[in-house]
């Protein structure tokens, strides 16, 4: 994630010096070698910043939560495994 991260970074500092997607992609080729993003990643990247993005990191994703173990969960089995002897 951090060497993701360091990319990005790289990708806004083109932006900002008005680089295009290619020039940027050589240059990040070049700086990162075998762990470069791929050339659509970076291409997205660019995209996003050139239009304003300013923070690097992801969005929250939506959907389902990374874990189903709530306190209510716990909760529920404890009952169940109580209930059970």
């Not at 790289?10 to 990162?32: D, P, S, W, Y």
């Not at 923070?55 to 209510?72: F, I, L, N, W």
Request: a neutral charge; aromatic letters at 6%.
């Amino acid at each position: 994630m951090e060497r993701s991260l360091e990319q990005r970074y790289a990708i806004k500092l083109c932006v900002r010096l008005g680089r295009n997607t290619t020039e940027t992609f050589q240059m990040m080729q070049e700086a990162f070698k075998d762990d470069c993003i791929s050339i659509s990643q970076a291409g997205k990247w660019h995209k996003v910043f050139k239009e304003g993005r300013e923070e690097v990191a992801d969005e929250p994703c939506s959907g389902r939560p990374t874990t189903t173990q709530t306190e209510e969960n716990v909760d529920l089995v404890r009952e169940v495994l109580r209930s059970k002897r």
